[in-house]
């Protein structure tokens, strides 16, 4: 199929590439020129494991191509995917200005028989909302239709190509049986096609995100409780994740979520249950729960140094708001770095690939170390906020070597808290049992 995909960001570039991969013709659109002059030069603007080889592949081979002007693309296109940001308004609602912007530019160019795709996450309504937005503007009924995604940041190539399902909400069967087409190779080992209406699949995103933040959410309350009655989250969490209804996932218990999907997404259908009358009370909770959460370490910092932080070296290791991506959006590094500066002290940093993100925010404010080790040269204490691979079996013996204290706040629990007392540390996880306990 010839497929459009408006929009480079995560889920356009990851999802045009992967359809291209299976061997459409995909022209991938934005309107920021530099992005699309870095894509035509083979460099990906996003980090993604995999993504950049798979980019220059199929633009090779010529399946893949990068540009600002749609019309050409869009006049004959089978679909045309809308794939835009949908930011955080000051109300928590989702801001859909991009999507219908998108609608919008793509109408007077659109095939009689195009189907125009919303990618985007977007509140209940919004599909139908477009589809009468494009009748106004065409004159006739467009085939729109639902495909919202459920790509994990690091592991988006994977989740894209081998699905635990596809959703995709229509208006007509027909249009579901081309999505189907579309979707096929990546469906092989019979992972459910699931054709529904606009509004249930727009509805299935978000619940999908909110089930997933809650249940981080509560873990987290739950690790804080531990702390305070002298039990072991990491213990209890096995004794409750072997329940099948249940079950292990998101029961990692941190330092709160973050990127740009769960805080959007759990504000977003707040602010779609209070436009309804609705007090989405659980939801509320999520979200304040998720809030507090990533003020935990800095509590246990400040009172480990009896409030008092100013001139103390605090090393942090891990800066995106999970491993295998550079994504900063809603971090909880960003946080605790903020408290941490208020206080007075003096911050070292670490990540793999996301400091350059937190430069631009921060800027000189804070001290980069090209290696985690570097970052600990006479370090009061070290905080781990992102559970990268590499900082999961460091030299403890270095590691002391290097601190000015052998402190460690762990916002990620990587560690054996009785090893790591007798190695000589103070210790401190989420909910962890403390060896003296």
């Not at 006049?75 to 859909?96: H, K, M, R, Y």
Request: charged share 25%; net charge negative.
């Amino acid at each position: 199929m010839k497929v459009v995909m408006l929009g480079t960001g995560y889920v356009g570039l990851v999802t045009g590439t992967c359809f291209a991969d299976s061997g459409n013709d995909v022209t991938c659109v934005d309107i920021n020129q530099q992005k699309i002059d870095m894509l035509n030069r083979g460099e990906v603007p996003i980090y993604e494991p995999g993504l950049a080889e798979m980019v220059r592949r199929n633009a090779a081979s010529g399946r893949l191509s990068f540009t600002s002007d749609l019309r050409g693309p869009v006049a004959e296109a089978d679909c045309v995917f809308i794939a835009v940001g949908t930011p955080q308004g000051d109300d928590g609602s989702a801001d859909l200005s991009y999507v219908f912007g998108a609608a919008e530019s793509i109408a007077p160019h659109l095939r009689e028989d195009a189907i125009v795709v919303v990618k985007s996450t977007v509140p209940v309504g919004t599909n139908r909302a477009v589809f009468g937005r494009l009748k106004e503007l065409t004159g006739r009924d467009v085939h729109v239709a639902s495909n919202p995604e459920f790509l994990k940041e690091g592991c988006a190539i994977e989740d894209f190509t081998k699905p635990d399902r596809v959703v995709v909400g229509v208006m007509t069967p027909e249009v579901g049986k081309v999505l189907g087409e579309l979707y096929a190779p990546f469906l092989r080992t019979e992972q459910p096609f699931l054709v529904m209406g606009l509004e249930s699949a727009e509805m299935t995103k978000y619940v999908a995100n909110c089930m997933l933040a809650t249940k981080i959410s509560f873990i987290n309350e739950m690790a804080n409780l531990c702390d305070r009655v002298g039990a072991d989250i990491n213990e209890v969490r096995r004794g409750i994740g072997h329940d099948q209804r249940i079950g292990f996932s998101f029961l990692f218990p941190g330092v709160g979520y973050g990127g740009s999907c769960f805080p959007k997404d759990v504000r977003a259908m707040i602010s779609v249950a209070d436009s309804r009358g609705m007090d989405a009370e659980i939801l509320k909770s999520v979200d304040e729960v998720n809030n507090r959460q990533k003020h935990v370490l800095f509590t246990k910092l400040s009172d480990h140094f009896g409030g008092d932080l100013k001139g103390k070296k605090i090393a942090i290791w891990g800066l995106s708001f999970k491993p295998r991506t550079d994504d900063i959006r809603e971090a909880p590094s960003l946080v605790l770095i903020e408290q941490l500066l208020a206080g007075g002290a003096d911050v070292h940093v670490h990540d793999p690939v996301a400091m350059e993100n937190v430069k631009a925010q921060l800027g000189d404010k804070l001290t980069y170390h090209e290696h985690h080790y570097d970052a600990l040269e006479g370090a009061d204490a070290l905080a781990i906020v992102t559970e990268w691979n590499e900082y999961r079996n460091p030299d403890f013996e270095y590691l002391k070597h290097k601190m000015g204290q052998p402190v460690i706040f762990d916002g990620r629990n990587l560690y054996d808290p009785v090893k790591m007392g007798a190695a000589g540390f103070r210790y401190s996880g989420i909910g962890l049992k403390s060896p003296s306990s």
